[in-house]
């Protein structure tokens, strides 16, 4: 059996870990179910409670993955791409909050040097959407769960999980492109 490369042996492991907290019981919550999701192509991973959601189809599937709840009411969507358009952190926070996120309510979103997260109320559903810079800017990573507002006693503990287990690639060959 071949090595892993090094960026997919901390996803490995990230697996490994993220499927025995998993199955440690968090309080009075039933222990969540989680699958880790590894995008081979651009080298990202989460873990997805598939005890929620289902694997849904995407467009273009190397580029990420999407997830729908068994009742249809909430979706987890994981993507990488080229930043191509060789936008900005901040034109890119922009344009989300000024296109689909236009007239929503904040209710948390931090921004650091490479990285936000944007977290409200856009009318009766809840989103929470984190995107990274990696490679000095060269490639977008992200992912978003929306839900009903009705239902955020459940959604937010799986957003905290989620955030937990995700971690960002580095480019399509794990080195930012760099030999």
């Known amino acids: 059996m071949r090595p892993l490369a090094p960026h997919l042996q ?52 190397d580029a990420g993955g999407l997830w729908e709840s ?32 236009k007239g929503a309510v904040l209710d948390y979103a931090p921004m650091r040097d490479n990285w936000f997260v944007l977290s409200g109320r856009l009318n009766d559903m809840m989103f929470y959407e984190r995107i ?8 977008i990573y ?9 239902e955020r006693n459940i959604y937010d503990r799986i957003v905290e999980s989620v955030h937990r287990s995700y971690r960002a690639g580095r480019g399509e060959d794990g080195r930012c492109g760099r030999s």
């Open 10 to 61: 901390a996803a490995a492991i990230m697996s490994v870990l993220v499927a025995i907290a998993a199955s440690l019981p968090l309080g009075a919550e039933p222990a969540r179910q989680a699958a880790m999701y590894l995008n081979v192509k651009y080298g990202f991973s989460l873990a997805v409670p598939n005890d929620i959601f289902v694997q849904s189809s995407i467009r273009n599937a």
């Open 70 to 101: 068994r009742d249809g009411r909430a979706r987890l969507l994981a993507v990488a791409a080229e930043n191509s358009s060789g936008d900005s952190l901040q034109t890119y926070r922009r344009f989300l909050l000024n296109d689909l996120y």
């Open 132 to 139: 990274v810079f990696a490679c000095d800017g060269r490639y």
């Open 142 to 150: 992200g992912w978003q769960l929306t839900y009903p507002a009705a």
